[in-house]
């Protein structure tokens, strides 16, 4: 069975640089925005509207858009076709080889493939720095960067609470939490990968 | 500064076992059960008295045990000594050099000295493996097992609310937490340490 590793990550926690260094590091394939753009395939969406509804709270989306009630009825279906069309690409993936899929809810869609789900988190104080190192939030103030971290983490909360009754964060759902408050990223990949190998080879 | 390790864990998790090896792997002190025999000199109780008190909750024990309200009362002052004497070890520990802390809320108690503190914790049915290991628990049964794993990590939670108003097991409390289900601990050691070196180099 191929190896599979999960990322779940709080907005700003660094959990997708972790997940594609330790791609890298372990030589497996990385899944990120490449979902989004196998989905405007399999769809014929745009990738914005996609990237809208697919991992970022459905039914907030469709309420925030919705001009009329057959408007409203109509992104929910797109809705709904985009989330079986992520599961199956998600499956898809997961058939093809060793992989490390950022977000998505991958640990729950892919559970039958026994992935290795990882959480990602940080302090307030943490997440708004590293927020404040990328390209598009580097305006912000703190207030506002952590009303949009709070509203972020709201909406991966609402995605996991459609397609799964397990809660979103909760470590009792996940093999290993990583609080990466204070800590450099790149310092920490190569224990974890270290680890993430013993974990995979528990069996043998 | 000292580099403390503090390991807290859920009964059954392995996680004394982490602490150990790992201490062993790292030449740090060890220090579990050696802070009970502490206790006896510090304060000239027994050492079964003071396990039962000292960590496993202390109310309880005190309404458990009292036959009469100045029975009750005085075991309460002994708590309370104990409490304090646990307090004072724990910080002559932390000043004497680096360490690994098992249990005794020392998380908590030696926030000051910046400890790395890391959460074990497993699924029932792995705990319940591991608790079958063990010499005094080999003739349990598996409900018992169960029963016993609930009872005693209620008496930790217990504990940690007495000294402390963060929640005992939160994630966001906890630098690393490991999920032991599955796990083979001697295969985890290695990159764990190098994690932890990882942690403590990271101001470097």
């Known amino acids: 069975m191929n190896k599979i590793i999960t990322i779940s990550r709080?907005?700003?926690?660094?959990?997708?640089e972790i997940g594609k260094r330790l791609a890298e590091k372990l030589n497996f394939a990385?899944?990120?925005?490449?979902?989004?753009?196998?989905?405007?395939?399999?769809t014929g969406k745009t990738e914005e509207y996609i990237e809208n509804i697919s991992e970022n709270g459905i039914y907030?989306?469709?309420?925030?858009f919705a001009k009329s009630f057959s408007m409203y009825s109509k992104i929910q279906k797109d809705q709904t076709k985009i989330l079986v069309a992520q599961?199956?690409?998600?499956?898809?993936?997961?058939?093809?080889?060793?992989c490390v899929i950022v977000g998505r809810?991958?640990?729950?869609?892919?559970?039958?493939?026994?992935?290795?789900?990882i959480f990602v988190y940080a302090n307030t104080e943490s997440k708004i720095m590293r927020c404040k190192n990328k390209r598009n939030d580097e305006l912000l103030t703190d207030n506002e960067l952590e009303k949009k971290i709070k509203d972020i983490d709201k909406e991966r909360i609402e995605y996991h609470n459609i397609i799964s009754n397990l809660d979103w964060g909760k470590k009792e759902n996940y093999h290993l939490c990583i609080n990466t408050s204070n800590l450099n990223i790149k310092d920490i990949i190569s224990p974890l990968a270290k680890y993430i190998e013993k974990y995979f080879g528990r069996d043998k």
């Open 10 to 16: 709080e907005f700003g926690s660094g959990g997708r």
């Open 30 to 42: 990385y899944y990120d925005s490449e979902i989004i753009n196998l989905l405007t395939k399999e």
């Open 60 to 64: 907030p989306y469709a309420f925030q």
């Open 87 to 98: 599961q199956k690409i998600l499956k898809q993936i997961a058939e093809k080889g060793n």
């Open 105 to 117: 809810g991958a640990d729950v869609i892919l559970k039958s493939y026994n992935p290795m789900n």
